[in-house]
């Protein structure tokens, strides 16, 4: 059986996971407030694509804001996903736990980190970084927990017959 995964890593993971449900309930209740507060400076930073926003009237608004919508539903269910792995299996020290999490946020800041080089953003938008960062410390502190280092002589399913 497993041993048990330090408290304090799991906890950071549940932290970050509430912190993405709360900001995708923003993002499903107030669309708009988002994209002018939060969403709009950390991703328009430029006069153009600032300016481009702005301008934005009925339907492109209301389609900007059902986009936003559904983004901040997808949110919350990938928060609620990985809030529960560190939750539990994570907690509990399975290996596919650790696995599991490390491919889903290695996926998702690939994904958004091409997306917005390929639309033009630019460096000056990877706000998404820093919780590649939070989401990265507790992993890197917890590999030797979920892959501890093989004993000198190897295990006995890797050794040739003599």
Same mark, same amino acid.
């Given at each position: 059986?497993?041993? +048990?995964?330090?408290?304090?890593?799991? &906890?950071?993971?549940?932290?970050?996971?509430?912190? =993405? /449900?709360?900001?995708?309930?923003?993002?499903?209740?107030?669309?708009? =407030?988002?994209?002018?507060?939060?969403? #709009?400076? =950390?991703?328009?930073?430029?006069?153009?694509?600032?300016?481009?926003?702005? &301008?934005?009237?009925?339907?492109?608004?209301?389609?900007?804001?059902?986009?936003?919508?559904?983004?901040?539903?997808? +949110? /919350?269910?990938?928060?609620?996903?990985?809030?529960?792995?560190?939750?539990?299996?994570? $907690? $509990?020290?399975? $290996?596919?736990? !650790?696995? *599991?999490?490390?491919?889903?946020?290695?996926? !998702?800041? +690939?994904?958004?980190?091409?997306?917005?080089?390929?639309?033009?953003?630019?460096? &000056?938008?990877?706000?998404?970084?820093?919780?590649?960062? *939070?989401?990265?410390?507790?992993?890197?502190? +917890?590999? $030797?927990?979920?892959?501890?280092?093989?004993?000198? #002589?190897?295990?006995?399913?890797? &050794?040739?017959?003599?």
């Amino acid at each position: 059986m497993p041993k +048990t995964t330090p408290l304090l890593w799991s &906890r950071w993971l549940l932290f970050l996971s509430l912190l =993405l /449900i709360f900001y995708g309930l923003a993002m499903v209740f107030a669309p708009p =407030l988002m994209n002018s507060a939060l969403v #709009g400076p =950390l991703l328009y930073h430029s006069e153009h694509l600032q300016s481009a926003f702005a &301008r934005l009237v009925e339907p492109e608004l209301l389609f900007l804001n059902v986009m936003n919508g559904l983004l901040g539903a997808v +949110t /919350i269910g990938y928060a609620i996903l990985t809030g529960w792995i560190a939750f539990e299996p994570f $907690r $509990r020290g399975e $290996r596919w736990a !650790w696995n *599991a999490l490390v491919v889903n946020v290695l996926a !998702w800041a +690939t994904l958004e980190g091409y997306v917005k080089l390929a639309n033009g953003l630019g460096l &000056r938008s990877f706000a998404h970084v820093g919780l590649l960062i *939070a989401f990265a410390i507790p992993l890197a502190m +917890t590999y $030797r927990h979920f892959h501890p280092p093989a004993s000198p #002589g190897g295990s006995a399913a890797g &050794r040739l017959p003599k």
